[in-house]
T-cell receptor, first 111, second 113 residues
């Protein structure tokens, strides 16, 4: 079992839809959680960064962390075709420096 | 500052050849990371520097791989005697100590033929 699991998709939604992306993980020591967006043939771009459990909102994006269930989510409201990309979750321990990434979910937002 | 720069963007090499990649981090960032990403997978950690000191190396970093960060500025990643399994995107990222998350470069795509 991989440390971080993510449905690879592809996930196709119509423009304007609310998108829900999820990751599960097995290591209860993870404390820092990130979501990255990666366009084809580009490096990952940081979207959201959260510490421990709770919610964080930034514009159309909301990140949720439920440490008791070892489950994190990213919600995208009013999705746009420009949101079409691969979304990667990543997490690390309090005492670690390297992040462990999920395999990514490929999202297509159709106009 | 234009972000994290990586050079070259693409490299095609024959099996058995040595290759070297360069990463220029964001100038005020003291931490630098190398990751490898294969198709359909997330990035996998290779190694990390704080200033010029290499503080952590993954088991993925075999003896054929070496990374340096002289003077705590740019970094190089060298792969000796390349194998077809080394074909991947090599990503560099940088951050400040205590910072939130990394900034990644666009990567170097290596193809070993």
């Amino acid at each position: 079992q991989k440390e971080v699991e993510q449905d690879p998709g592809p996930l196709s939604v119509p423009e304007g839809a609310i998108v829900s992306l999820n990751c599960t993980y097995s290591n209860s020591a993870f404390q820092y959680f990130m979501w990255y967006r990666q366009y084809s043939r580009k490096g990952p771009e940081l979207l959201m960064y959260t510490y421990s459990s709770g919610n964080k909102e930034d514009g159309r994006f909301t990140a949720q962390v439920d440490k008791s269930s070892k489950y994190i989510s990213l919600f995208i409201r009013d999705s746009q075709p420009s949101d079409s990309a691969t979304y990667l979750c990543a997490m690390r321990r309090m005492d670690g420096q390297n992040f462990v990434f999920g395999p990514g979910t490929r999202l297509s937002v159709l106009p | 500052d234009t972000g994290v720069s990586q050079d070259p963007r693409h490299k095609i090499t024959k099996r058995g050849q040595n290759v070297t990649f360069r990463c220029d981090p964001i100038s005020e960032h003291n931490r630098l990371y190398w990751y490898r990403q294969t198709l359909g997978q997330g990035p996998e950690f290779l190694t990390y520097f704080q200033n010029e000191a290499q503080l952590e190396k993954s088991r993925l970093l075999s003896d054929r791989f070496s990374a340096e960060r002289p003077k705590g500025s740019f970094s190089t990643l060298e792969i000796q005697r390349t194998e077809q399994g080394d074909s991947a995107m090599y990503l560099c990222a940088s951050s400040m100590s205590g910072g939130q998350g990394y900034t990644f470069g666009s990567g170097t795509r290596l193809t070993v033929v």
